[in-house]
């Protein structure tokens, strides 16, 4: 599951191997807890344990990253 140097944080962003047949998105996961969430537009897709207040705060960072997260995809997906 290639991680996404330069996102700074307490969470690891990553895509996995199956994630180009769908719409652009990145997983985020923290000890026991994954969400994930589409890129274009923003929204979130699923949430496994995530409070809705570290949502806000991953959803922030997603934000802030956007144009790095799309680069790894493209990147990742060809």
Same mark, same amino acid.
């Given at each position: 599951m +290639? !991680? /996404?140097k330069g996102v700074l944080g307490p969470y690891r962003f990553f895509f996995t191997s199956f994630d180009c047949n769908e719409p652009p998105h990145v997983h985020v996961e923290r %000890? *026991? !807890?994954t969400c994930k &969430?589409?890129?274009? +537009?923003l929204g979130l897709a699923r949430n496994h344990g &995530?409070?809705? $207040? %570290?949502? *806000?705060? /991953? $959803? !922030?960072?997603v934000q802030t990253y956007r144009t790095s997260i799309m680069e790894a995809w493209h990147e990742h997906c060809g």
């Open positions: +290639p !991680r /996404i %000890e *026991n !807890r &969430f589409w890129l274009d +537009p &995530f409070s809705a $207040r %570290e949502l *806000n705060v /991953i $959803r !922030r960072t």
